[in-house]
């Protein structure tokens, strides 16, 4: 299907307004569907197609959204910076960091976005990683070179975060800061930073958590919890804005990595010649 085609019929019964798509689908989960589409409400070359649908659209709607950052990221940048969106610190966050860190360590600059995230972990494991920086290369007898560590990124980096994230989301873009790897762009975190290691099962199938450690700095103040973390760089995704289908928090981010790649170019080495023996 492409967008803007209307839908007119599923299993055989029209589909019309006012009535709510949703409902024509009803007891469909998983099963072979037929529907009828066409370029209009009357369009005489209307086909139809056979689909299963799903009962969650969420995970589809989030792919979605994510190769959409990444694509505006490298038609911006011409390819030079990376982009990944990490949903939280838990399974699903590192699955997703590995599938979008690793296979762009090759780019000079690096747009981290944890808008949204949920927690989980401490992620000290993400900082560690993209803290790396090459330290030597080496040239291989036969086909190309390689370098060490050879999953880093020498160039720009920046995270993004919102309001939305939390926790492990709160953790995340202040040890981005403290270790030095960039600066935080959005707007301030949510502010829950109280880990829980345990939970206590009820009748109903339900759980209480408790509250079970705090963080504080080096310097023996509590920190982050009912505060958050601020940005380096405030910037308002408005309701205007998103509506008008703009990121200004990406869009902001992709500034300052472009700016800060013209200020100091990533520079790579030509391998020197073979000495002669």
């Not at 085609?5 to 006012?18: Q, T």
């Not at 056979?50 to 989030?62: F, G, I, M």
Request: proline share 6%; net charge positive; with cysteine.
């Amino acid at each position: 299907m492409k967008e803007g085609e209307f839908l007119l019929e599923v299993n055989g019964r029209p589909v019309r307004a006012p009535q709510n798509v949703y409902a024509a689908f009803i007891g469909t989960n998983g099963k072979q569907t037929t529907i009828k589409v066409g370029a209009s409400a009357n369009d005489p070359k209307a086909r139809v197609l056979t689909v299963k649908p799903v009962s969650n659209e969420a995970s589809l709607r989030y792919v979605a959204w994510v190769r959409g950052n990444w694509e505006k990221v490298q038609k911006a940048t011409n390819g030079r910076i990376a982009y990944i969106h990490v949903p939280n610190t838990a399974i699903e966050g590192m699955q997703e960091f590995s599938k979008g860190f690793y296979p762009q360590v090759d780019r000079d600059g690096i747009i981290v976005d944890e808008r949204f995230n949920g927690g989980g972990f401490i992620p000290d494991f993400f900082v560690e990683r993209l803290m790396r920086k090459t330290w030597t290369y080496w040239s291989a007898r036969d086909g190309d070179g390689f370098r060490t560590p050879g999953q880093s990124i020498d160039g720009p980096k920046c995270i993004l975060a919102n309001e939305y994230a939390g926790s492990g989301g709160d953790a995340f873009p202040f040890y981005f800061r403290q270790q030095g790897v960039g600066p935080v762009i959005g707007k301030r975190t949510w502010g829950g930073l109280v880990g829980i290691s345990r939970d206590l099962a009820l009748n109903d199938g339900g759980s209480v958590t408790i509250p079970d450690f705090g963080i504080y700095s080096t310097d023996g103040k509590w920190m982050i919890e009912n505060r958050g973390v601020d940005p380096d760089f405030e910037v308002e995704n408005t309701p205007e804005s998103m509506v008008n289908g703009q990121d200004l928090q990406l869009e902001k981010a992709i500034q300052w990595s472009l700016e800060q790649l013209q200020k100091n170019p990533v520079k790579r080495p030509v391998r020197p010649p073979y000495k002669k023996q």
